[in-house]
């Protein structure tokens, strides 16, 4: 795997500095505010959406010529990391779009582009990604979603499991097999729409955290869809689903990082405010050696993910291994400065009366979703053992 520039990879220029300026506020003046209210009730946060949209945040990787912002793979993960840092279940408004749309950027037509990314550019429709099943999460390769070739037609049946904005989505790609006898190459992507006869969706998961993001599982029953809604070639959906989890965790990764920001952020803040035998505890050293280790893995972990974010924008051969590398690393480090922002709150980070418990669960998720740390570790183990460093 090549190196590249250190500085092709690392720089932020001022152009990316001013977006995350823009972002952050928009974030504390029109996301922040309804982050524990989403939390609190489960629902999505129509109030996040639109400023987000509004401000033309909600999917800013769409290219220029389909309307979108045209924002580089580190402008959008500035932006995804921004939002999270106030408000988890928000930031997954522009992951899940840049996730849901990556297959037709990669492999789709010119038609099936122009069709179904200018609304979601202008924010008239979100899009999700539908690639696990109730028996296939890891083992992406063992799905059994069917798509039965009839005429100029396809008819699909089966069942997507954790399907991120389920519900709330317009769009929906879909990977299913269209070929038994052929395992990986046997896979197809399709675009399915929320109004095709056919599909309807499950009950919202209980979950721990990012709970103002809907969960759901997709039920495809007897969906019928023209052929022309096939991404890409037939047989070329499952190398379409992992070319675009080598784009997506990059996402994930920028999502971890800004989580981790608003949760030191806060323990900052109030380590400083907070008084115990007569001084600030602040100026305790066991806290400062706290906040020196968070501190020093944060920046880890966004300089990886500024790196993978280059080698993402650039279509680098060792992205595979980056972005694996950067999403593992990042929700990694999430965990544990979430966990040590609540430690450092002592009682009162425990209560919901303070945002980092919040924090704390939802850093969870990025350890587990667009695939679990210890898959991504068996990733970066092939990439090794294949091409060294």
């Keep these: 795997m090549s190196s590249g520039s250190v500085f092709d990879a690392y720089q932020v220029s001022e152009e990316h500095e001013a977006i995350r300026a823009a972002v952050r506020e928009v ?90 990314l200018p609304p979601v550019a202008r924010g008239e429709a979100m899009f999700s990604y539908c690639l696990s099943e109730p028996e296939a999460g890891s083992d992406a390769a063992s799905m059994t979603t069917r798509a039965r070739r009839d005429g100029d037609h396809y008819v699909l049946n089966g069942v997507k499991r954790w399907i991120t904005n389920a519900g709330v989505s317009e769009y929906y790609t879909v990977f299913a097999v269209t070929d038994p006898e052929a395992r990986t190459r046997g896979i197809s992507a399709f675009v399915v729409e929320k109004s095709d006869p056919g599909v309807s969706f499950g009950a919202p998961e209980k979950k ?4 103002g993001s809907p969960t759901r599982e997709v039920y495809l029953d007897d969906v019928r869809i023209p052929a022309d809604r096939v991404i890409g070639a037939p047989g070329t959906g499952f190398a379409t689903a992992m070319r675009t989890l080598d784009h997506t965790r990059v996402t994930i990764a920028a999502q971890a990082v800004g989580i981790a920001q608003g949760a030191l952020d806060y323990a900052i803040g109030y380590v400083k405010e907070r008084r115990q035998f007569g001084r600030p505890v602040a100026d305790f050293q066991g806290v400062q050696f706290m906040l020196a280790e968070m501190g020093m893995k944060l920046e880890a972990a966004r300089q990886l993910t500024y790196a993978a974010a280059g080698r993402s924008e650039r279509g680098d051969a060792d992205l595979t291994y980056f972005g694996a590398a950067a999403k593992c690393f990042a929700s990694d480090v999430a965990m544990q400065i979430t966990t040590d922002a609540v430690q450092l709150l002592g009682g009162y980070g425990y209560t919901r009366d303070y945002p980092v418990e919040r924090m704390m669960r939802d850093a969870k998720i990025t350890q587990i979703y667009e695939g679990t740390n210890q898959v991504q570790r068996i990733v970066m183990a092939r990439q090794l053992l294949r091409d060294g460093r």
């Design 27 to 116: 974030c504390d003046a029109k996301v922040a505010p309804y982050a524990a209210e989403a939390d609190e009730t489960g629902e999505f946060p129509k109030q996040s959406y639109e400023a987000l949209r509004a401000a033309d945040f909600h999917a800013p990787h769409i290219p220029e010529e389909y309307g979108g912002a045209g924002a580089d793979a580190l402008a959008t993960a500035i932006v995804i990391e921004e939002v999270a840092r106030v408000c988890a279940a928000s930031s997954l408004i522009p992951a899940v779009n840049k996730l849901g749309t990556m297959p037709l950027l990669l492999a789709g037509s010119a038609e099936l582009k122009q069709r179904y």
């Design 208 to 211: 721990l955290g990012i709970k």
